[in-house]
Every structure is written in structure tokens, then in C-alpha cells.
């Protein structure tokens, strides 16, 4: 079992920030990645539509063999986490992405996500959980992920997207910022540029990896054998010639060969 994947999906190709989390601290493992790309976007959908894809996901990298499920889509850790009881570990982006942040943060957090996500205040509820003293600010982003979908994360258009939707939070004075869609790391330059270096970033990805990391110690699921390299599977359940392209750029390889599933 412990040279088994482990699972990780998302509604698209943000998911990647979590590959590439996992993979720097946990070169040892493979990993068996689902992008629900046929599906895109989960932010605007209802909770239970959300609900109804992930429970489908979650069943398909079980199905493949996967020790433990990371659901790296922001809205899905959102809505869905709860109601997910797969026979193995899994973890939602959401609540390690939160307790960064409570750490970090002077008392002042701002949040961007998807609009299910913002909705739901399940951010600023677990915030507010941890330390009650903190004011929590919002801000749905929705073509964020389009974006980053299009390749456009370097554009002048994302530059100016970035202005508009983080200038009232930048009004605000908020000193941390929730990167509250695994998308949204790869906006990380241009966002960074538009709130100044006195507002300190939080990618979910950086910290569920770290948490993964642990909780796999913790069941004895780590992988030990080095002696084999990690091997990583990439699914899609649409045509994903965009999707290879940008997540081949993202994780550094130079190829990214996709398997076309239907979950």
C-alpha cells in the first residue's frame, strides 16, 4: 500500500500547484492526477453539483488504486470535503490554506476565491474559528481561472483583471492574502506586484502538501523504497492539448502525456 499513488484532482489545470507542492516535498511518491477538465469551472456551479462531481472523482482515483486523496480544488474543499468518506486519508486545500494564514497574518486577511467558494464563507468561517480577533475581507475573482485555462497568467490582460478585483482589498489594508483557488498561484507574480511587498501571499498548495506529508508519516503509508523513481499519471475527462501544454510548462517537464477518462 505504501507504493501506491496518491490521488489528487481538481476542476481543471490549477491543481498542478499541488502536484508541484508534492513533488518538492515528497519527491519519494507517485501520483495519480484526475483534471475533471469536461467540467470546468466547479466555481459558479451549486454546492451539490460540486458535491456530485467530487464524490464521482473521488470514487475513480479509489477505483485506480490511490492510498490517500488530495482534493485540490479550493471550491470542492469548500462544499464537499465533509461529505467525502473514501476508504482512505484525504485532505481538502482549505483548511491547512486557512491555518497558514491565521499564522501569519497581523489581523488583518484578505481572501480571493471563486465565487462558490467566497460564497460559502467557509474561509472566513474557519478563520474566524482560529482566531476570532481576525477581520476577514473577500473578493471573488472569476476570471481567474479562465485565465490561467487560456495560458494568460503572464498577459497584460491578467495585470489588469488583477487591479480591478484586488483594489478593494488593497483599499482595505489587508497584510495577507489567501490564494484561495489552486489556480491562483500561477497569477502569484501579478498579484504580488499589484498588493506591494508589505502583504504576505498564502498558497493552500505549499501548506496541504505539508500536512500531507505528515499525516502519511502518521498512518504508515509513506513511501520507504527509493530505489525506484516516482512514477506520475496525469487523467483529464476532456481533450486536454491546453491543459498539457500549460501544466508541461508548470511542472517543468517537457512533456506531459494525458490519459482521456470518463468519471
Known amino acids: 500500500m505504501t507504493d501506491a499513488p496518491i490521488g489528487v ?21 507517485s501520483i495519480l492526477y ?25 470514487d475513480f482515483l479509489v477505483g485506480r488504486g490511490v492510498k490517500a486523496v488530495v482534493v485540490a480544488c479550493n471550491t470542492a474543499s469548500a462544499v464537499a470535503v465533509g461529505e467525502l468518506q473514501p476508504p482512505v486519508p484525504l485532505w481538502g486545500v482549505l483548511g491547512p490554506g486557512a491555518a497558514r494564514a491565521a499564522t501569519v497574518s497581523r489581523g488583518r486577511v484578505g481572501v480571493i476565491a471563486t465565487e462558490s467558494t467566497i460564497d ?6 474557519e478563520l474566524r474559528r482560529l482566531r476570532p480577533d481576525i477581520e476577514v475581507v473577500s ?9 490561467v485555462e487560456e495560458g494568460w497568467h503572464d498577459d ?3 495585470a489588469e483583471v488583477a487591479r480591478r478585483y484586488l483594489a478593494p482589498l488593497a483599499a482595505r489594508g489587508v497584510d495577507t492574502l489567501v490564494l484561495g483557488c489552486t489556480h491562483y498561484p500561477l497569477l502569484r507574480r501579478v498579484i504580488a506586484e499589484v498588493m506591494g511587498p508589505g502583504v504576505t501571499l498564502v498558497d493552500s498548495a505549499e501548506a ?6 505528515a499525516d502519511l508519516l502518521r498512518h504508515q503509508l509513506a513511501r520507504e523504497d527509493d530505489r525506484d523513481t516516482a512514477e506520475h499519471h496525469f487523467c483529464v475527462t476532456d481533450a486536454g492539448t491546453r491543459f498539457a501544454k500549460i501544466g508541461a510548462r508548470f511542472l517543468g517537464a517537457g512533456t506531459l502525456s494525458l490519459e482521456w477518462v470518463d468519471v
Open 34 to 58: 484526475l483534471g475533471d477538465t469536461a467540467r470546468l469551472p466547479y466555481g459558479t456551479k451549486s454546492p451539490q453539483t460540486v458535491l456530485a462531481y467530487s464524490k464521482r472523482n473521488v
Open 120 to 125: 460559502s464563507d467557509a474561509y472566513g468561517r
Open 139 to 147: 473578493q471573488p475573482c472569476p476570471l481567474f481561472v479562465p485565465l
Open 208 to 213: 496541504v502538501a505539508e500536512v500531507v506529508a
Open 9 to 29: 484532482f481538481d476542476s481543471g489545470v490549477g491543481g498542478l500547484t499541488v502536484v508541484a507542492a508534492l513533488q518538492r516535498l515528497l519527491p519519494r511518491e
Open 156 to 158: 497584460p490582460v491578467a
